[in-house]
């Protein structure tokens, strides 16, 4: 019998899960508040991969082991600073993306709040709905390297001119070491704490929950690279040096080279869970590096009122073929703050667009999965297809 009203409940049960105990489906039960944490991440950014990650990622921090999955995606995606240049330089910055918006009439900033967050702090708002919040858009916007706050704040400051609220500062509390699995208990119940207050003290206006870079878990999880005759910071997710000594700096797959805005910085920034320096202590959060959970932070906007969808879409490829495995959808009214995306057996394809009409990648067809997911932002739509398979010829020589 569980109650999860202890921290020795939560804690116990935080274990079965990691121990394949219990499923992630037991959680709904046992333990709410982490079985939404773990949902979908569902929201508009331009790689969709990265909502596909950061699902990966919640579940090895939950688990506390770094999986294959992230690691499979980390020696891809950031394999060397070229690489990581192609899909941040897609995003833009928080800023950027709210800075045209004259309808935002308070901001909350939380700290540290990485896209990890997102399903978590949904069910939230949604808990709300009956008092008139609603949550319509989630966007993913990249913070700025090195991924530390004094950094970063500049451009959230900016967009309210300094009349803004911060609370629930999940940066301060990961800068100690707090034993596995506290940090997902005790952060947990901040983040909802600090959503209830700011809702229950903010009725009837329209708000946006900024951040100004994530936390990762996960490199206290890997050994470090120690690299000589540079100064750590941030427990070493970045190594700072003169910029009189640039022309030393041997370009490396190890980390990002950032010149910093006194213009007598150099900052390199860490590419992966290694930090450049020692070890991360165990059970530390970590920011300053280019990992996604570190760098993808949400923007989220809460309403008074529900949104309705403002464009029209219908299905255009009901029946797909082997040959040419694409969905088709023909979209009317998307605006171009929008970016559409399906999901098809339990992953996520993006939509290229020529005019209306929007095609998918192709996609690993299987012969009994025939529904696929449109997703626009929080919006959704769901659809089925018939699948054409091959057709398969007799062995003429099968006597």
């Not at 309210?160 to 034993?179: M, N, Q």
């Not at 932070?297 to 529900?306: D, F, R």
Request: hydrophobic share 35%; glycine share 6%; aromatic share 12%.
């Amino acid at each position: 019998y569980i109650s999860c009203l202890s921290y020795s409940d939560k804690s116990l049960i935080i274990e079965w899960y990691r121990d394949g105990k219990i499923t992630k489906e037991n959680l709904f039960s046992l333990y709410p508040d982490l079985y939404y944490y773990l949902g979908k991440t569902i929201a508009s950014a331009e790689e969709t991969w990265v909502l596909d990650y950061m699902d990966k990622y919640k579940n090895a921090k939950v688990k506390n082991s770094y999986s294959d999955e992230v690691r499979n995606y980390i020696l891809t995606k950031n394999q060397n600073y070229v690489e990581h240049f192609k899909w941040t330089n897609k995003f833009s910055t928080t800023r950027t993306i709210l800075s045209t918006r004259s309808d935002i009439q308070c901001y909350l900033w939380i700290d540290g709040l990485g896209v990890d967050w997102v399903p978590f702090i949904s069910q939230i708002v949604k808990e709300h709905e009956s008092e008139g919040y609603y949550l319509n858009e989630v966007y993913v916007a990249t913070a700025k390297l090195p991924t530390k706050t004094d950094i970063n704040k500049v451009d959230i400051q900016s967009l309210s001119g300094g009349l803004f609220e911060k609370a629930g500062d999940l940066d301060e509390i990961a800068h100690t070491c707090r034993s596995y699995p506290k940090f997902i208990i005790d952060d947990l119940e901040t983040i909802r704490k600090v959503i209830h207050k700011f809702l229950i003290e903010h009725p009837g206006v329209k708000i946006a929950i900024v951040s100004d870079h994530g936390i990762s878990y996960l490199s206290q999880l890997v050994p470090g690279y120690n690299l000589k005759g540079y100064k750590s910071n941030h427990y070493g997710r970045v190594a700072e040096t003169t910029v009189q000594r640039k022309m030393s700096i041997v370009l490396d797959d190890k980390y990002e080279v950032v010149k910093m805005p006194d213009n007598k910085t150099i900052s390199l920034c860490a590419l992966k869970h290694e930090s450049l320096m020692a070890k991360i202590p165990e059970g530390m959060g970590c920011h300053g590096g280019c990992t996604p959970e570190e760098q993808l932070v949400p923007v989220m906007i809460i309403s008074p009122e529900k949104n309705v969808a403002t464009w029209r879409v219908s299905l255009k490829s009901y029946e797909i073929n082997e040959a040419s495995p694409v969905v088709v959808y023909e979209i009317v009214g998307l605006d171009s703050t929008h970016t559409p995306f399906i999901e098809y057996n339990n992953k996520n394809y993006a939509l290229s667009a020529n005019g209306c009409v929007f095609t998918s990648e192709r996609l690993p067809l299987v012969k009994d999965v025939t529904r696929v997911i449109l997703r626009i932002g929080t919006w959704e739509k769901e659809d089925t297809f018939v699948i054409k398979m091959a057709v398969e010829e007799d062995d003429l020589f099968d006597f």
